[in-house]
């Protein structure tokens, strides 16, 4: 058992540094607002159509991914330990 929760803890800790990096690699939700910045409505919705196979659909997929993949590892440590 401990050896496990060892190898959690590791988990969690490299998990929460991808995390941070994942996040700081995002750009904000402030930059695609199209009033703000006078995009065409034409442009905002073929990048939304498309946001999926872009390189910010990836982060936030593996943001989301990683975030539950954080908090299954937390609360499985919680009973453990």
């Known amino acids: 058992m401990e050896t496990l929760a060892i190898v959690l803890t590791v988990c969690m800790a490299l998990i929460g540094i991808l995390l941070c990096v ?3 690699l995002q750009s ?9 910045s006078g995009s065409s409505a034409s442009a905002d919705s ?4 498309n946001k999926g196979s872009s390189m910010e659909g ?21 009973f453990i330990v």
């Open 22 to 24: 994942i996040v700081l």
């Open 28 to 36: 904000g939700r402030a930059a695609g607002l199209g009033a703000i």
């Open 46 to 49: 073929y990048w939304s159509k």
């Open 58 to 78: 990836a982060l936030e997929r593996y943001t989301k991914i990683l975030g539950a993949a954080f908090m299954v590892i937390g609360i499985v440590l919680n």
